[in-house]
Structures are given as C-alpha cells and as structure tokens.
C-alpha cells in the first residue's frame, strides 16, 4: 500500500472521528446549556401578577404572592387618607427619600401610591423581615402609643407604620415599608411586577 494511499485513508478516519467527536460534544452541550435557563416555575415566580381590586372595600386588605413576598393591596377609607398629613413629624422618612429601597417615583408622595386610595406595598419590615400586621383602629391598644392613629405593627420588634407604609421615628425598622412596581390597567385591574410602558 503506498503512502498517498495510507495518508487519504488516515484522514477519512480523522475526518470520520472528529466528526463524530463534535456530534458528541454538540449532544452533551445542549441539554446543558439548556439546564442553564431559568425553569418555568422561576419564570412564574418572577412574572407579574394581574389583580382584580374591584370587590376590596375600603379599610379592607388583599394579600398576593409576587416573588414569593406577600404585596399589600389596602383600601385606604378617607378618614384614613386624612390622617396622612397629620402625623408626618411623627414619622422617620415622611417623604420616602431614603435610597436603601427606593420608592418609585409614581409613589413618591403623601399616600405612596397611584391612585390615594390604594396602597400597594410589599408587607415585609425592613428590620428583620417578618410581616406587620395590620392595626387599623386608632386609640390606645396593648403594644402601641395611646395616641396611636391606625397603621400597621410588626410584632417581631414593634416597628410601627401608617396606612401608606411610612414608619414612626425611632423604630428598629430602618426604613419605610417597600412599593413594588406596579401600574393601573384600568380603574379596577392592577398589574404588579411591571411599571407601566411609555
């Protein structure tokens, strides 16, 4: 047999390996890459929720899940609204200026919201993470100021806030409690999650 002859056979194997070697490689590449993208359960975790706000009265809270945090949709009544102005030198961060968790700039005022009404926020306290709970009665109560004006307590350390998740001075809470991105697909339809597209 002669060297060209040896030589074209060698490469066809060569060819046939390497051919085969990156058929492999491509076969044991794909599923992992594929095991890098998120599952759909995460995807689902992380998407937005859509929610009917229509049937919550006022001085009523909804709670849903959105990346497995509760969100707080609270009807403020107006006698709640009124109360806002009143005890904000009570208050550590009246204006939500703090940059730890920044407020969106939709929310950045009195009542923290779109719509006055509506307070939308995330009901974990910023301390320690456990969930306020809601104390909406104004008046002297067990764990609260006698001039308690309704608001939320968190009972882990007694960090107290107002009906737009402002808390009170001198709180182990260090911060007001957070406003997810949210936006209003009608008067009664809220979309949590996403901010609205220009």
């Known amino acids: 047999m002669s ?15 390497c051919a085969a070697g990156g058929a492999g490689a491509a076969a044991v590449a794909v599923p992992f890459v594929s095991s ?10 992380g998407a937005s929720v859509e929610v009917d706000i229509s049937d919550i009265a006022p001085g009523e809270k909804r709670v849903v899940e959105w990346r497995g945090r509760p969100v707080w949709i609270f009807h403020r009544t107006p006698e709640q609204l009124a109360s806002l102005e009143e005890i904000e030198p009570r ?72 009906v737009a998740g402002r808390v009170f001075r001198n709180q182990p809470a260090p911060d007001n409690l957070e406003i997810p991105p949210h936006y209003f697909v009608s008067d009664t339809v809220v979309v949590i999650g996403e901010e609205q597209r220009a």
Request: with cysteine; charged share 20%.
């Open 3 to 17: 060297d060209a002859a040896v030589d074209k056979e060698r490469r066809t194997w060569m060819i046939a390996t």
């Open 36 to 45: 890098l993208q998120p599952s759909a359960r995460a995807l689902a975790a």
């Open 91 to 162: 208050l550590a961060d009246p204006n939500s200026q703090r940059r730890a968790y920044p407020t969106p700039p939709y929310a950045q005022n009195r009542h923290r919201s779109i719509k006055p009404e509506f307070l939308i926020a995330i009901g974990i306290c910023l301390h320690l993470g456990c969930s306020p709970v809601a104390r909406l009665t104004p008046g002297a109560q067990p764990s609260l100021p006698n001039d308690w004006p309704g608001g939320f307590l968190c009972p882990c350390h007694g960090s107290t806030f107002d």
